[in-house]
């Protein structure tokens, strides 16, 4: 069974970094295509950023040329460094895996995936 766990967040101020971690256990994650996603309270769950098996890389225009996702195979650990925060990006994050076949592609909505992790809250002040 597929388990992501989520660490890095925390309570940042504006124009701060961190960097946030997925780590994976019980699959092959070379083999899955990986996302990010936040949600902030009494909002949706939104795309944040996205990695597919080979690499390939999409951004929300609300973090591109801010974040930055990555993906270590041998470490079985996905990635989100953000860069210039700003108080809007105040939410939970969460990793997502797509067990499904990716095409070579990225994805973006949320049924695309088919595991979540639990969730890591960050925090930007003004």
């Known amino acids: 069974q597929v388990q992501l766990e989520e660490s890095g967040g925390g309570l940042v101020q504006a124009g701060g970094s961190l960097r946030l971690s997925c780590a994976m256990f019980?699959?092959?994650?070379?083999?899955?295509?990986m996302g990010w996603f936040r949600q902030a309270p009494g909002k949706e769950r939104e795309f944040v950023a996205a990695?597919?098996?080979?690499?390939?890389?999409t951004y929300s225009n609300s973090v591109k040329g801010r974040f930055t996702i990555s993906r270590d195979n041998a470490k079985n650990t996905l990635y989100l460094q953000m860069n210039s925060l700003k108080p809007e990006d105040t939410a939970a994050y969460y990793c997502?895996?797509?067990?499904?076949?990716?095409?070579?592609?990225?994805?973006?909505?949320?049924?695309?995936?088919?595991?979540w992790g639990q969730g890591t809250q960050v925090t930007v002040s003004s």
């Open positions: 997502a895996l797509r067990a499904r076949w990716d095409y070579g592609r990225t994805w973006y909505e949320t049924d695309e995936y088919d595991y």
């Open positions: 019980g699959g092959i994650f070379s083999s899955y295509a």
């Open positions: 990695i597919g098996r080979i690499s390939i890389t």
